[in-house]
């Protein structure tokens, strides 16, 4: 998930000198805390996050103990995106399309930029084989979590909600003792805290500067100086407070045009570079499959180029991590799984559509760094920047294509940080209690790290919360195995009343209620 991060420090010597004295203290910290939460598993002369197993287990037992729901379901999931079971009364703040925008900017980033390069790099085009499955598979895992964070959500008296795994986890926990549910659901909303601060927040802003930057003339530009950081830092915590304040409505309203919007620009960006060298399409599609279960793989055979492919599309679509339940606990229903259906459209499109696209125009544009960066790795000379290897192969249709990069790179890393802004706050409220002081500190506080992501880079930091977050995908499935019983009942309960046609009866006499009122 982390990236190199741009460094704007060295013109200034005291912000320098502030940035390496954290990363100095964090330093030792970050190598200790990694080290436990990615433990490897060593096969032969491979090794891969223990973490990364867990996520990818939880796709499979989920897969198969809810009867493949991720195939089965989709037609119910695009009825209920469309409202046909909806009403405009149902308790929540959100619709359900808006839920579903909102969850889907905090996955939609980076990773499916800068991510699909590296695998390609390290895996090879056969890594995308295994991302696509591993997408499929988290599609049945952000069913089971988001259900549940609508399930035992909080409605307040205002209308706000509070929901997510802050709700649904004490109840699974409840069976050890109520301390140990108090301690296991804090250090989730301590890890959730942590990333949406550092990671989600600070991350973003830096690597939004950083492509911005690099369009503009990179270090010999306009934007080439550290105050012109802060100043860029200032401007984009702006844009974000004018949306965070709003809260999770204003969030939904902005995520519902954003997403959509960058997704558009960033497919169509994808496809043209695939119609220019359609001919090539059915040679990458075969490397693709070839790749996957050739035994001389670039990492190391079969089982390698599958464990980069999981990896990546672990990172990307966070699956199984409880994030994206914080969400879509906010949406507008009686029914807690027809959220769950709605978020199988998630890992569908942030892994199966938009990480595949980005592969195939990397593997079908063949820019030569393709073939350096594999190179590289294979040298053991380390991981080439992802984002170039995706720039370069939208160079090759025209050479001004960096620049849709870098718009598409600034979307998607803004509406990344609003969401996670959302996330943050909602483990805030957990661990401080809810109130309009306390709201304002966090959100003071998170925009102040904006702007420090701009100017500083706190690497290490940085490191510390990508493994935070990655502590949630620990605590978070084991509380779901628990509640694995509770949301097989509300998903045959929900398909039943569908056959029967009870949903659609509902949803017209609650129509009806609704105009008579008016």
């Avoid at 009364?89 to 889907?104: I, W």
């Avoid at 598409?408 to 809810?434: D, M, N, P």
């Amino acid at each position: 998930m982390a990236l190199p991060m741009a460094s704007v420090t060295d013109d200034v010597g005291w912000l320098a000198a502030i940035d390496n004295g954290i990363n100095a203290v964090f330093e030792p910290v970050t190598e200790v805390f990694t080290t436990i939460v990615f433990f490897p598993i060593t096969i032969g002369d491979l090794s891969f996050p223990f973490v990364v197993a867990w996520l990818i287990a939880a796709g499979v037992i989920f897969t198969i103990y809810f009867g493949f729901i991720q195939f089965r379901g989709l037609k119910v999931a695009y009825e209920v995106v469309r409202g046909h079971y909806s009403s405009k009364d149902d308790p929540g703040e959100v619709p359900h399309f808006q839920a579903l925008t909102s969850a889907l900017s905090g996955t939609v980033g980076l990773g499916n930029i800068a991510g699909v390069g590296a695998a390609m790099a390290l895996g090879g085009p056969g890594a995308t084989f295994w991302m696509i499955l591993a997408g499929l598979l988290g599609m049945a895992t952000k069913f089971a979590e988001c259900t549940l964070g609508v399930k035992y959500r909080e409605v307040h008296e205002d209308g706000s909600i509070s929901g997510g795994p802050f709700k649904y986890l004490p109840i699974a926990f409840s069976k050890f003792g109520s301390i140990p549910a108090k301690i296991l659901t804090g250090i989730f909303a301590v890890a959730i805290l942590i990333f949406g601060v550092a990671g989600g927040n600070m991350f973003q802003a830096n690597q939004t500067f950083a492509q911005v930057q690099n369009v503009t003339g990179g270090a010999d530009g306009f934007l080439g100086s550290a105050g012109a950081a802060l100043i860029f830092g200032l401007v984009l915590a702006g844009l974000v407070a004018v949306v965070i304040l709003g809260g999770i409505k204003s969030i939904g309203a902005t995520t519902s045009r954003l997403v959509p919007a960058m997704g558009i620009v960033y497919v169509v960006s994808c496809l043209l570079v695939i119609l220019v060298n359609l001919g090539q399409v059915p040679a990458a599609i075969g490397s693709i499959f070839a790749g996957a279960f050739n035994p001389q793989g670039i990492a190391g055979g079969i089982l390698g180029v599958m464990i980069v492919g999981f990896t990546r599309a672990a990172f990307s679509n966070e699956a199984g991590l409880g994030s994206a339940a914080i969400a879509h606990s906010a949406v507008k229903t009686r029914r807690p799984v027809s959220e769950g259906f709605v978020a199988l459209f998630e890992p569908l499109v942030d892994t199966v559509l938009i990480c595949t696209m980005t592969a195939l125009a990397i593997i079908i544009a063949g820019a030569p760094s393709l073939q350096a960066g594999i190179d590289q790795v294979q040298a053991g000379e380390g991981t080439p920047d992802g984002v170039i290897l995706t720039s370069d192969a939208f160079a090759t249709v025209f050479p001004w294509f960096p620049v849709v990069l870098a718009i598409a790179v600034a979307l998607f890393a803004y509406s990344t940080l609003i969401t996670w802004s959302y996330y943050g706050l909602k483990s805030w409220e957990y661990l401080f209690g809810r109130g309009k002081t306390s709201e304002i500190i966090y959100k003071v506080i998170f925009l102040f790290f904006t702007v420090a992501g701009c100017v500083l880079t706190f690497s290490q930091v940085i490191s510390f919360a990508d493994a935070a977050l990655f502590v949630c995908g620990f605590v978070n499935l084991l509380g779901v195995y628990l509640l694995l019983p509770v949301i097989k009942r509300e998903m045959k309960e929900y398909l039943a009343d569908r056959k029967s046609g009870k949903l659609a009866i509902l949803g017209i006499e609650e129509d009806e209620v609704r105009t008579e009122k008016g």
